[in-house]
């Protein structure tokens, strides 16, 4: 559902579909992060700067504490172990920083597109800026 809202451009989609993550993560389900198959697809069929991107690099990063087995890494893409590292590190540079950034829903929704003179500002063209005000 995220990946169709991510190509008709649906903000209002694609951050319900973040809160139904989060909440399944948070709630009875907890712990229950996107699996192999959803977290390629996702890297298949959304922009490097697609904020559900982020929200699995982040979940990964933070909470994941034994190896892949190599059956599951060998279906992940590359990237995706790239993306985890990295954050991974950063998050190792500033760790009281992470907590506050992950409980902050607002770091994972989409930004509806600011058309000024039939231009998307540069915000929603990155995926960038903080999403207040959804």
């Not at 907890?30 to 982040?58: C, M, W």
């Not at 909470?63 to 279906?75: D, G, I, M, R, V």
């Not at 998050?91 to 920083?97: D, Q, S």
Request: aromatic share 8%; proline share 7%; glycine share 6%.
């Amino acid at each position: 559902m995220y990946i169709l809202a991510e190509k008709l451009l649906d903000s209002r989609t694609r951050n319900r579909m973040i809160d139904v993550i989060l909440a399944r993560v948070r709630g009875r389900d907890k712990g229950a992060f996107p699996n192999v198959e959803q977290i390629a697809k996702a890297y298949e069929h959304t922009p490097e700067t697609s904020p559900i991107r982020r929200l699995f690099v982040d979940f990964y990063a933070d909470n994941f504490t034994s190896p892949w087995p190599p059956e599951e890494a060998a279906l992940l893409p590359k990237q995706f172990f790239v993306d985890v590292a990295n954050r991974a590190l950063e998050r190792r540079l500033r760790p009281n920083k992470a907590t506050e950034e992950m409980m902050s829903l607002s770091r994972y929704y989409s930004l509806e597109p600011n058309v000024k003179d039939g231009k998307m500002s540069d915000a929603a063209k990155s995926g960038t800026g903080t999403g207040e005000g959804l």
